[in-house]
T-cell receptor
Framework: NAGVTQTPKFQVLKTGQSMTLQCAQD?????MSWYRQDPGMGLRLIHY???????DQGEVPNGYNVSRSTTEDFPLRLLSAAPSQTSVYFC????????????FGDGTRLSIL | DQQVKQNSPSLSVQEGRISILNCDYT??????FLWYKKYPAEGPTFLIS?????DKNEDGRFTVFLNKSAKHLSLHIVPSQPGDSAVYFC????????????FGTGTRLKVLA
């Protein structure tokens, strides 16, 4: 029972490079979301999805793109990485958006040089 | 504008005593509240939740209290154990609105043996 799987666990990028952070869940959850965690800032919502084909912006969406073509996968794309995007990224899922707890992956630690 | 606030960055408590972690919110549309616990290098794990139709919810050593008029919730841990040492995040969501889960900045709890 894998739960929420994030890959990679660590990544170093140069400014301007692009990359995709992968997130997959095997619990048939409708709701998925991406957060970034920075010191003193808590977890800030980047983008979220209430089901396949439906995405919306969170608190800090600039510089990030998402898509949800399947229920299982919710990748996060950085089109042109900036040092300000150095952070730990967490993906989460929940059965529905109607008030259930989210299950989190173990995070991707991303450094932009 | 931070919609969910945890004003105490850290808290130290003796083993066996009560730990009280506080959280304030500003958005009156929030109707579902959660507490998560996070260890280093791991994703947050769900601890306990409460719906706005209740003012208290208990699960073993953990109790969450909700004061809607004050827009305040608290997590009580009794008795505190060294294994409870972690960062605790509160989160809030609108179950019938935007479906966003908004997190506080976290409180680092240290339980002293």
């Amino acid at each position: 029972n894998a739960g929420v799987t994030q890959t990679p666990k660590f990544q170093v990028l140069k400014t301007g490079q692009s990359m995709t952070l992968q997130c997959a869940q095997d619990m048939n959850h409708e709701y998925m979301s991406w957060y970034r965690q920075d010191p003193g800032m808590g977890l800030r919502l980047i983008h979220y999805s209430v089901g396949a084909g439906i995405t919306d912006q969170g608190e800090v969406p600039n510089g990030y793109n998402v898509s949800r073509s399947t229920t299982e996968d919710f990748p996060l794309r950085l089109l042109s990485a900036a040092p300000s995007q150095t952070s730990v990224y967490f993906c989460a899922s929940s059965y529905s958006s109607g008030g259930g707890p989210q299950h989190f992956g173990d995070g991707t630690r991303l450094s932009i040089l | 504008d931070q919609q969910v606030k945890q004003n105490s960055p850290s808290l130290s408590v003796q083993e066996g005593r009560i730990s009280i972690l506080n959280c304030d919110y500003t958005n009156s549309m929030f109707d579902y509240f959660l507490w998560y616990k996070k260890y280093p290098a791991e994703g947050p794990t769900f601890l306990i939740s409460i719906s706005s139709i209740k003012d208290k919810n208990e699960d073993g050593r953990f109790t969450v209290f909700l004061n809607k008029s004050a827009k305040h919730l608290s997590l009580h841990i009794v008795p505190s154990q060294p294994g409870d040492s972690a960062v605790y995040f509160c989160a809030a969501s609108e179950t019938s609105g935007t479906y966003k889960y908004i997190f506080g900045t976290g409180t680092r709890l240290k339980v002293l043996a």
